[in-house]
C-alpha cells in the first residue's frame, strides 16, 4: 500500500477515526459537516481505495460495509521502516536527526554525556 | 583535441589526486557551509570538465571532417608521425572520431541516468511525506507531525508541504527546549534546500560508484550539512541544547541495528563540535583555506582550457604544435 491522493487520504483518516466497520453514507455525512463534497465522489474513492487495497469490504444488503486494511498504527509501522531503510537507498532523500551509530561512537557519546552532566 | 585533452587530464587529477586532500580539510567541521561549498566545487568542476572536453572534442571533428587538410587530426600525424603512415590515416581518424562519438555518447548515458534516478529520487521521497503526514497526527504548536512508533527518530522528509517527522518516542525523550532544538535543526535542513544537494551528490555516487571523488563527496556533504543545521539550531537554541538532544535520543532503546545504512554522518564529530565549539582564529584559518580551494577547483577548467586553446599547456594535441 503506497501513499494516497489528498481525497483518499482524508477518506481513510475518516475510516481510521471509526471503531467499526463503516459506510459511504456514514463517512459522507461526516465529511460533508467539514467541505462541499458530492455523495457519490466519496462513493468512487472508496471504491478507489477498495481496488488498490487499503480498504476492504463486505456486503451488507444493498451497501458494503469498509474497514481499513491497515490500522493507522500498522500504516505508520510502515513509513518508520521506510524511513529507516532510507540510509542504504539513493532515491529517498531524508535527513534524520540522528544517524546509525556504531558501538564505539556509542560509548564515546556516552562519556561525552557523563562530562556534560558534571560540567 | 587539446583543449579536450587538456581537460581530461586535469578532471582525471582532480578525481584521483583530491579526494583525501579535501576530506581532511573539512574532517574537523569548522566552517561546515564553506566545506560543503568546496566539496560541490569540486564534483561541479569534474562534471563541467567531462562536459566541456566532450563538446571541444566533438567540435574539432566535426570541423576537421568538414575540411580535410590542415586540421587538428592532421597535427595528430605529426605527433605520431612514426605511427601514422598514409594508410593508417583514415584509421585513425575514424578511431579518433569513433573515441569522440563513444566519450559524448557516455555523456549522455550519465545525464540521463542522473535525470531519471533524481525523478526516481523527488518521487519516492514526495511520496513518503505524504504517508507520513497521512499516519501522523498533528500536535497544536509544533510545526511536524507525530508517528506512533517505538524508535526514537526524528527527520524531515521534501514534498508538498515539506514535511518534519518526530516519533511519539523521540517527543517522550526530549524535554522541550531540545524539542525544539530538533525541530530547528530539521527545518534548517528544509529551509537550506539541503534534500537538493544530497539528491545530487548521492545519485552521482550511485552512478559512478568506483569513483572516491563522488563517493566520498556524496558522504562528507551529507555529514557537513548535518553540521550547518546543528549551527542553525544551536544559533537559536544554544549549542548546549542541541548538544543534549543529540544525546537524548542517543539513549537507551536504540534504532535497530542495520535498520539504517551506514552513511556516516559521524554523530560524534557533531557532538564534539556542539560541546567545543572553535576558537575564532581556527574559524578564519578553516574558511581562508575553504575559499582558497573552492576557487581553486572552479578556476581550474578554465584556467586548464585557457592555456591548452593558446597551446601553452603541454598535454594531448598542443605538444604537436
Known amino acids: ?119 | 583535441m587539446s583543449v579536450a585533452s587538456c581537460l581530461l587530464l586535469y578532471s582525471l587529477a582532480v578525481t584521483v589526486l583530491a579526494p583525501r586532500p579535501l576530506a581532511r580539510l573539512t574532517r574537523a567541521g569548522i566552517a561546515p557551509r564553506l566545506g560543503v561549498a568546496m566539496w560541490l566545487a569540486a564534483i561541479g568542476s569534474v562534471v563541467a570538465s567531462w562536459a566541456t572536453a566532450a563538446i571541444f572534442l566533438f567540435a574539432e571533428l566535426v570541423r576537421d571532417w568538414a575540411q580535410p587538410g590542415d586540421t587538428v587530426v592532421a597535427a595528430c600525424f605529426t605527433t605520431l608521425g612514426a605511427v601514422a603512415t598514409g594508410g593508417a590515416g583514415l584509421v585513425l581518424q575514424i578511431g579518433l572520431l569513433t573515441l569522440a562519438v563513444l566519450a559524448a555518447l557516455a555523456l549522455v548515458v550519465l545525464a540521463v541516468r542522473l535525470g531519471r534516478s533524481l525523478v526516481r529520487a523527488r518521487t519516492s521521497t514526495h511520496e513518503h511525506a505524504r504517508m507520513a503526514r497521512l499516519a501522523g497526527r498533528r500536535v497544536a504548536g509544533l510545526d511536524a507531525v507525530v508517528l506512533d512508533a517505538p524508535e526514537r527518530v526524528a527527520y524531515c522528509v521534501a514534498g508538498r508541504p515539506h514535511t518534519v517527522v518526530i516519533t511519539r518516542a523521540a517527543m517522550d525523550a526530549l524535554d522541550q527546549p531540545h524539542l525544539h532544538a530538533v525541530l530547528a535543526h530539521e527545518r534548517a535542513h528544509l529551509d537550506g534546500h539541503h534534500h537538493l544537494l544530497l539528491a545530487v551528490t548521492r545519485a552521482l555516487a550511485a552512478i559512478l560508484p568506483a569513483m572516491t571523488l563522488f563517493t566520498l563527496g556524496a558522504a562528507e556533504v551529507a555529514r557537513l550539512l548535518e553540521m550547518c543545521a546543528d549551527d542553525t539550531a544551536a544559533r537559536a537554541h544554544g549549542s548546549r541544547t542541541v548538544l543534549r538532544a543529540l544525546l537524548a535520543l542517543s539513549g537507551a532503546a536504540p534504532i535497530p541495528a542495520g535498520a539504517l545504512g551506514a552513511t556516516g554522518v559521524g554523530v560524534l564529530a557533531r557532538a564534539e563540535r556542539l560541546a567545543a565549539p572553535s576558537q575564532p582564529g581556527q574559524r578564519w584559518r578553516a574558511r581562508l583555506l575553504l575559499s582558497a580551494v573552492t576557487v581553486l577547483v572552479i578556476t581550474g577548467p578554465v584556467v586548464t582550457a585557457m592555456l591548452a586553446a593558446r597551446g601553452l599547456a603541454l598535454c594531448g594535441g598542443s605538444m604537436a604544435g
Do not use: C
Open chain 1, 1 to 119: 500500500m503506497r501513499g494516497f491522493g489528498e481525497l483518499e487520504a482524508v477518506v481513510i483518516e475518516q475510516v481510521w477515526n471509526r471503531e467499526d466497520k463503516t459506510t459511504v453514507r456514514e463517512v459522507f455525512e461526516e465529511l460533508r459537516l467539514q467541505r462541499t463534497i458530492a455523495y457519490t465522489t466519496v462513493m468512487s474513492t472508496m471504491d478507489n481505495l477498495y481496488r488498490k487495497g487499503a480498504l476492504d469490504r463486505e456486503r451488507d444488503g444493498k451497501a458494503f460495509r469498509y474497514w481499513p486494511t491497515l490500522t493507522r498504527e500498522q500504516y505508520s509501522a510502515r513509513v518508520m521502516r521506510d524511513a529507516l531503510d532510507a540510509g542504504g537507498r539513493s532515491d529517498l532523500v531524508l535527513t534524520h536527526f540522528l544517524e546509525q551509530m556504531s558501538d564505539e561512537e556509542r560509548a564515546a557519546l556516552r562519556r561525552l554525556a557523563s562530562t556534560e552532566e558534571a560540567g
